[in-house]
């Protein structure tokens, strides 16, 4: 019986052993904390670039602070991605599926365990972002807008690419291929944004600028904190990210009882 088996005979839900056995080996198993140490310092250079002008105008520090916070939402997320996507099609790939699968609990919950470890790295990003906004926005009065509205987007795109990855790496029947299609997808969220203005501005660039939630949080960013508009007045852009979540996440569960040793075994 394994250490997570026994674990598991306990009170406890099945999918908080797993989250615990997975938040140990990222963090404790030197894999999280060197993502976290490459992304302080991609902070610390976006930072140092947008904050180097001393005749920063009021304006612009807000814009300061928007980028800052749209870069960590994005970096972060992406860093979620890459462990989800890595979380079952890796383990497969190593060999330590097996393992995994006799511990007694439910595929969804063992996909739920290694999805909660993947959204910690979202959690850490934005822990470690928060000193780059208190510093760039201290004197203008957007900090609490600033973490406010982040932790939102964020964690609701987080938990979209959570599901998006776990979805994809279930399925995948390797650990290339899974990484292969969640950044290709993540690409392609990016699209919207590299349309002419003229189509932006008509309704069905509109509809597609709403219903891609990067696009549509990142916009929602920027209105609260460079154009002061309160959140109410652009909730409408949340939308997009909101059932992103709850599909990508309804989607991975789903996939759940399709996991396998690999591809074509069933177990």
């Known amino acids: 019986m394994t250490a997570a088996s026994a674990e598991v005979g306990t009170r406890r839900p099945p999918w908080t052993v797993v989250a615990g056995r997975e938040l140990r080996d990222l963090w404790l198993g030197g894999r999280g904390l060197p993502l976290m140490v490459v992304y302080a ?3 610390s250079v976006t930072s140092y670039l947008v904050a180097s002008n001393q005749a920063l105008n009021f304006l612009e520090q807000r814009e ?34 097996e393992s995994l699968l006799l511990v007694p609990a ?14 910690s790295l979202w959690i850490a990003a934005f822990v470690v972002a928060m000193p780059y906004l208190w510093y760039l926005g201290r004197g203008v009065g957007v900090v609490t807008s600033a973490v406010f509205s982040g932790l939102v987007v964020g964690t609701l795109l ?12 279930t399925l995948a029947g ?18 919207p944004t590299q349309m002419p ?10 509809l597609l600028l709403h219903v891609d939630p990067f696009t549509a949080g990142l916009h929602f960013l920027g209105a609260v904190i ?18 992103a ?12 009882g399709q996991l396998t040793l690999g591809s074509g075994d069933r177990s």
């Open 158 to 169: 987080a938990l979209f690419l959570a599901g998006f990855g776990m979805f994809t790496s």
């Open 197 to 206: 203005s003229g189509v932006q501005n008509a309704w069905v660039g509109d």
């Open 106 to 119: 439910s595929r969804r919950q063992l996909v739920l365990g290694k999805a909660v470890a993947a959204m």
């Open 64 to 97: 300061a602070v928007s980028l800052t916070l749209q870069v960590a939402v994005a970096v972060g997320g992406l860093l979620v991605l890459l462990g989800a996507a890595d979380a079952v099609s890796g383990e497969r790939e190593r060999a330590t599926l």
């Open 245 to 256: 979540a709850v599909v990508a996440v309804a989607a991975a569960l789903a996939a759940a």
């Open 41 to 43: 310092l991609l902070l």
């Open 226 to 243: 460079v154009n002061g508009h309160s959140f109410g007045a652009e909730a409408s852009w949340l939308i997009g990210p909101l059932v």
């Open 174 to 191: 390797s650990n290339r291929l899974s990484l292969s299609v969640c950044l290709l997808g993540l690409l392609a969220l990016y699209a």
